[in-house]
C-alpha cells in the first residue's frame, strides 16, 4: 500500500472530480508548484494508486436508456466455475460493472442496454444461458441522485 499525504489526497480528489485539468490548474488548486505537483501525478500513476483516466459519458446521448444491477448466484462454487463466468462478463459489453461479492450470492453486475427489449434479450438469451448461473434478481435503476463514478 501506498502512503499518501495531505497533498497526495487533495491531488485525488481534484482529478477524481475532473480528470482534464492541466497540471497548472491542478497546481494552484492543491497548492503546489507545477514542477512539484507533476511529479506528484506521475508517482501517484507508476505506484497504481491512479490507474487511468475516464470520460464521463451521458447514457442517453448514447443511446442507453435502461440500467439494472443484478445479482447472481452460481450453481458451482468452484473455481472453473467462477473463472467461466468471469470471462463470460468480460466479454458481454452490455455488463459495465461485475464485482465479486459476499452475502447469499457471489456477483453484482451493472447492466446498461438501450431498453427493456435489449434487456430481456441479455437477461434471457445470454445470462440466463450460462450454465454456471443458478440464481439471477434484477433491480432496475429509476434514477441516480448520486453517481460519481467515471
Do not use: W
Not at 459519458?57 to 443511446?63: A, D, I, L, Q, R
Not at 435502461?66 to 447472481?72: N, S, W
Not at 435489449?118 to 440464481?135: D, N, S, W
Request: some cysteine; hydrophobic content about 40%.
Amino acid at each position: 500500500m501506498t502512503d499518501l499525504d495531505h497533498l497526495d489526497e487533495k491531488i485525488l480528489r481534484e482529478l477524481s472530480t475532473d480528470g482534464r485539468l492541466s497540471n497548472l490548474a491542478l497546481a494552484e488548486r492543491v497548492g503546489l508548484s507545477p514542477s512539484a505537483c507533476l511529479r506528484r501525478v506521475q508517482a501517484l500513476e507508476k505506484s497504481g494508486v491512479i490507474r487511468g483516466y475516464r470520460a464521463v459519458v451521458s447514457p442517453e446521448k448514447t443511446g442507453i436508456g435502461f440500467t439494472a444491477y443484478i445479482t447472481v448466484g452460481l450453481s458451482q462454487h468452484t473455481k472453473p466455475a467462477q473463472e467461466a463466468f468471469e470471462r463470460a462478463m468480460a466479454a458481454a459489453p452490455q455488463v459495465r460493472e461485475c464485482h465479486n461479492i459476499t452475502g447469499p450470492v457471489e456477483y453484482l453486475l451493472r447492466v446498461e442496454v438501450e431498453d427493456l427489449v435489449a434487456y430481456k434479450h441479455f437477461h434471457t438469451e445470454i445470462l440466463g444461458a450460462l450454465p454456471q448461473v443458478r440464481r439471477l434478481t434484477s433491480f432496475v435503476v429509476m434514477g441516480s441522485p448520486k453517481d460519481l463514478r467515471a
